[in-house]
């Protein structure tokens, strides 16, 4: 489990399979504790922006898929990348506009 702290929003927390797929979005390793410095979030943010992005474009294009072929997809896990990512996307958001780190495990 992951709890995304900082002193400009409210706490983020994430189940850990999802925290480190967003870590790893953002180019960090999974780690029991660590940070995301302000002038790293503009970068952060736009990874994860992009991740959306093409899990979209990928669901789209399955979907595109299996209508040419007469199929019809699953909804999947019902949960998607920009359902999971949007609370520590507006925390980054939040916190480059103020100033303010992110830490996780202090």
């Known amino acids: 489990m992951y709890k995304f702290k900082s002193k400009a929003a409210g706490d983020v927390l994430m189940l850990a399979a999802n925290g480190d797929h967003i870590l790893r979005v ?3 390793e999974p780690a029991p504790k660590g940070i995301v410095e302000v002038a790293d979030m503009p970068a952060a943010i736009a990874a994860i922006e992009r991740a959306v992005l093409a899990e979209e474009a990928s669901r789209q294009q399955a979907v595109d898929a299996a209508a040419a072929e007469g199929r019809r997809v699953s909804a999947g896990d019902g949960v998607s ?4 990512a949007w609370p520590l996307l507006e925390m980054f958001k939040r916190c480059h506009a103020a ?3 992110v830490v996780w495990g202090v």
């Open 99 to 101: 100033d303010a780190v």
């Open 81 to 84: 990348l920009r359902q999971r």
């Open 26 to 28: 953002i180019g960090k």
